[in-house]
Nanobody, 128 residues
Framework: QVQLVESGGGLVQAGGSLRLSCAAS????????MGWFRQAPGKEREFVAG????????RYADSVKGRFTISRDNAKNTVYLQMNSLKPEDTAVYYC?????????????????????WGQGTQVTVSS
């Protein structure tokens, strides 16, 4: 089992920044690729960003590319999501998730089903 706890959400004005953190425990963190997803009210949960187990590869949804940056610190068992130039449409509950490292490289690696472990989520609200 991998336990994931997100933090760093809050209320911010459009154009502002937030940094989300996700602390992992339970198993060897470097054996897992990590991802961030989000779910807005009335919408399906969607992929935001992913990072490989050692951090050498990252990928992003088109909607956040150039504004968000995913990173990880394996010594601290933590993955981050730096969010800049926030927009009201970024308002959602943000979840971090973990997947076995090899699954990151599969064709379905961005899908919800590709992730085995999920945090409880942290609310991000961007006001206009």
């Amino acid at each position: 089992q991998v336990q994931l706890v997100e933090s760093g959400g809050g209320l911010v004005q459009a154009g502002g920044s937030l940094r989300l953190s996700c602390a992992a425990s339970g198993r060897t963190f470097s054996n897992y690729a990590m991802g961030w997803f989000r779910q807005a009210p009335g919408k399906e949960r969607e992929f935001v960003a992913g990072i490989s187990s050692l951090g050498g590869s990252t990928r992003y949804a088109d909607s956040v590319k150039g504004r968000f940056t995913i990173s990880r610190d394996n010594a601290k068992n933590t993955v981050y999501l730096q969010m800049n130039s926030l927009k009201p449409e970024d308002t959602a509950v943000y979840y971090c998730a973990a997947q076995p490292k090899v699954r990151y490289y599969t064709s379905s690696g961005r899908s919800l089903a590709a992730y085995d472990y999920w945090g409880q989520g942290t609310q991000v609200t961007v006001s206009s």
